[in-house]
């Protein structure tokens, strides 16, 4: 990681992080300038996070904004910088201008939520089979984390919240997740929501 800077705005923070580079004056202005857009929404937001990554030949952005009660994520990546700055704030503005007149009426709602117990799978250490002896040592590594056999290491809670579908696929939207869990307000059971290759959403569910 390389520079990061935080500055507090009107109340609301930006941090900028870079990653594989330096992160200049002229960069970071022009992040600030960008963001500057979005300041019409400023009495909803918290705190905004943008991490550029500058790779050979890609370069990416990516912003979280905490808007009300949610998430708001948007990436974008090109072979510039500027440019995917430009791509990520032009997707941030869409998605809060979307939805940011439900985002306001459920804002002081008291959703009902539900604590679930998620098991999570990491990668095991030991077992593993040689991958290639031929291949140099940082490259084996990275195959040996990428294939390795996952085990339950930890049980964690995943709170489940009483959503409309079509609030859940704006949550999914907004956050960029590949799927969410939620109880139906319309017939109050269980699904799950995801996000298809296509960018498109699916449905699941669950049984009693």
Excluded: C
């Amino acid at each position: 990681m390389g520079k990061s800077a935080k500055f507090e705005m009107e109340g609301y923070s930006i941090e900028i992080h870079a990653k594989n580079f330096a992160l200049s004056d002229a960069i970071r202005d022009y992040v600030l300038e960008k963001i500057s857009r979005i300041e019409r929404f400023s009495k909803d937001i918290l705190d905004i996070d943008v991490v550029l990554d500058v790779q050979k030949l890609e370069h990416s952005v990516v912003m979280l904004l905490k808007f009300l009660h949610i998430k708001i994520r948007s990436q974008a990546s090109t072979d510039s910088i500027y440019s995917a700055i430009d791509k990520a704030t032009d997707r941030l503005v869409r998605l809060v201008t979307k939805y940011k007149s439900q985002l306001q009426e459920h804002h002081h709602v008291n959703m009902g939520t539900i604590d679930l117990n998620v098991n999570v799978l990491e990668p095991q250490r030991d077992d593993l089979k040689e991958i290639n002896t031929a291949i140099e040592e940082e490259n084996w590594r990275r195959d040996q984390a990428l294939y390795a056999i996952h085990e339950v290491t930890k049980t964690e809670t995943l709170r489940v919240r009483m959503l409309t579908q079509e609030e859940a696929i704006m949550n999914m939207e907004l956050s960029g997740n590949h799927f969410i869990i939620y109880k139906s307000e319309e017939n109050q059971k269980y699904k799950v929501i995801y996000r298809r290759g296509d960018d498109s959403f699916g449905l699941i569910e669950l049984p009693e």
